[in-house]
């Protein structure tokens, strides 16, 4: 079945650092992976997606890119901020009509002043 | 992006009652909902799915009589957790599938259930 592998945390940086934060995955077929994140008290949103190999996800200042030969998505950032403190979560879909996600278990960001 | 609420965000009951937990889609139709249970430092995992006038279809191992699921509108399902143990304790999380935005998820923030 599908799975999502992200590393141990948590990570605890200070501002300005370089983020990366490690995803591999198993699925069958061509599965579209995803990062999500989770600010204290507020629901899971996205925050990019890539739906096929080679193609990078972006969004405030985050980036993502899909490696098939390696399967990972790995999320990095150039320069965190304290505001990007939360909770990220990898996940994948199947293809298709199968909207199911899987989650990897989440790591804990606590970015310092 | 849309917006999913939860009510309520936490609730403590007693061991043997039920819980009720509600899922609305503000400013979209969810045709399909799901619903997650997340344990202390692990991964959310898939509870059941949700669509609109039918069953619910659970994933393996998940108590279909003890997670009561009800889907009857295009905004609102519920999640009723029968005859509550210490062991539901836990972060239950709902999202909803808008079909007119790309299929994505959109979550709601949770509740927190503790039973005792």
């Known amino acids: 079945g599908n799975s999502v592998t992200q590393m141990e945390g948590p990570v605890t940086l200070s501002e300005e650092a370089f983020l990366t934060i490690n995803c591999t995955y198993t699925?069958?077929?061509?599965?579209?992976l995803f990062w999500y994140v989770q600010y204290p008290g507020e629901g899971l949103q996205l925050l990019l997606k890539?739906?096929?190999?080679?193609d990078k996800g972006s969004n405030k200042g985050f980036e993502a890119t899909y490696r098939k030969e390696t399967t990972s998505f790995h999320l990095e950032k150039g320069s965190v901020q304290v505001s990007d403190s939360a909770v990220y979560f990898c996940?994948?879909?199947?293809?298709?009509?199968?909207?199911?996600?899987?989650f990897g278990k989440g790591i804990t960001l606590s970015v310092r002043p | 992006g849309a917006v999913v609420s939860q009510h309520p965000s936490w609730v403590i009951c007693k061991s043997g009652t039920s819980v009720k937990i509600e899922c609305r889609s503000l400013?979209?139709?969810?045709?399909?909902m799901f619903w997650y249970r997340q344990f202390p430092k692990q991964s959310l995992m898939l509870m059941a799915t949700s669509n609109e006038g039918s069953k619910a279809t659970y994933e393996q191992g998940v108590e279909k009589d003890k997670f009561l699921i009800n889907h009857a509108s295009l905004t609102l399902s519920t999640l009723t957790v029968t005859s509550a143990h210490p062991e539901d304790s836990s972060f239950y999380i709902c999202?909803?599938?808008?079909?007119?935005?790309?299929?994505?998820?959109?979550f709601g923030p949770g509740t927190r259930l503790t039973v005792l």
């Open positions: 996940a994948l879909s199947g293809t298709g009509a199968n909207s199911k996600l899987t």
């Open positions: 890539a739906t096929k190999a080679d």
């Open positions: 999202s909803g599938l808008d079909r007119a935005n790309l299929n994505e998820q959109f």
């Open positions: 400013d979209f139709q969810a045709t399909t």
């Open positions: 699925a069958t077929g061509y599965p579209s």
